[in-house]
């Protein structure tokens, strides 16, 4: 296996009775990224999540994690990855300390390294000064570090988090941002979410995920290529009269949208904009807005997955939480 390459996922499927929640999604993660797994609530995202850590058995297909097939070597495998459901595995009534002391253990660290283990990890998810408070007299936020915090603590080369910043304040979700980015430095992160801005703040590569199926894979640079459109937004204070504007080159469409303002539709292959302001410029058309319309990352994403209504309702309450992946 490359040693790039930490996680490759080929034709996985998983379903329940007649249910396909996952359909036949082949993926990897590299060394250094956050893949950013994007996808409606009910789309799969947990129950895919669930399979690559080894809380749910695959259906089919193959998982290997960092040289070790899932199936076949299941320790070895689970070992190398740390997880964070959707809901945080949470002992609320013991301390920051005594709950990160038992996840040691679970992990299998050495006696001698627990503390050791403890102490990094609460170093790097922010919690060195909260460490003899009850998790539940922490807020929404610093309980989320403490999940991370119970994923890395057994230094796993993959972090998979399952919607790591929902309820949270824009205080907070700026903090884990900023955490998962500072995971990324040494280890591979999967972010499963369904919120559209963190894949554009946080994510290296994207993955959206419709009715079990990918629709889209692709790196985010290529993802922000494709939200551009071939659009001009067009405001003149002297405007001439629309099919003035039609006749421009490379202009194969105007549509008004006030008195003074419109969108200009271009071939593809062109950016008229230049000429275009031009030639206001020398007929006084008075130019004050010329910009490329960009569609944003939610028309995308309701464009990938076919228009279907993006629904409010919990993910598929299938699959049932555990303390950890590699604890198993």
């Not at 899932?70 to 945080?88: R, T, V």
């Not at 659009?231 to 001439?240: F, K, V």
């Not at 062109?270 to 302001?277: E, K, R, V, W």
Request: one cysteine or more; a negative charge; charged letters at 25%.
């Amino acid at each position: 296996m490359d040693n790039k390459k930490l996680l490759s996922v080929k034709h996985l499927s998983r379903f329940y009775g007649s249910l396909t929640a996952v359909n036949n999604i082949s993926f990897h993660l590299d060394k250094g990224e956050v893949l950013g797994f994007l996808g409606p609530n009910g789309a799969g995202k947990s129950s895919a999540m669930q399979v690559i850590t080894g809380n749910l058995a695959p259906s089919t297909g193959q998982i290997n994690i960092c040289g070790y097939d899932l199936l076949d070597s299941a320790k070895q495998a689970k070992a190398n990855i740390g997880y964070l459901p959707e809901q945080p595995p949470l002992y609320r009534e013991l301390s920051v300390n005594e709950y990160l002391s038992f996840c040691a253990e679970l992990n299998r660290i050495e006696k001698s390294k627990r503390q050791a283990a403890v102490e990094r990890a609460k170093d790097r998810c922010g919690l060195s000064q909260v460490g003899k408070r009850l998790i539940n007299n922490l807020s929404k936020g610093y309980q989320q570090r403490v999940g991370i915090a119970q994923a890395i603590i057994h230094n796993p080369a993959i972090v998979v988090l399952d919607e790591p910043t929902v309820g949270l304040d824009p205080i907070q979700i700026r903090e884990i941002r900023t955490l998962i980015r500072e995971l990324a430095e040494d280890h591979g992160v999967i972010l499963s979410t369904h919120i559209l801005p963190e894949v554009q703040m946080t994510c290296d590569r994207v993955q959206i995920i419709n009715q079990g199926q990918l629709v889209y894979s692709d790196d985010i640079n290529h993802l922000h290529q494709r939200m551009r459109s071939n659009n001009i937004i067009l405001g003149l204070n002297q405007a001439p009269a629309t099919s003035e504007l039609e006749s421009l080159t490379d202009i194969d469409e105007v549509e008004v949208l006030s008195g003074s303002r419109f969108r200009l539709t271009h071939s593809v292959e062109t950016d008229p904009a230049a000429d275009i302001a031009l030639l206001a410029a020398e007929k006084n058309w008075g130019l004050y807005e010329i910009r490329p319309e960009s569609k944003t990352l939610e028309q995308v994403f309701v464009e990938l997955t076919s228009g279907d209504v993006i629904a409010d309702e919990a993910e598929l309450e299938l699959d049932e939480p555990t303390i950890g992946a590699s604890a198993l």
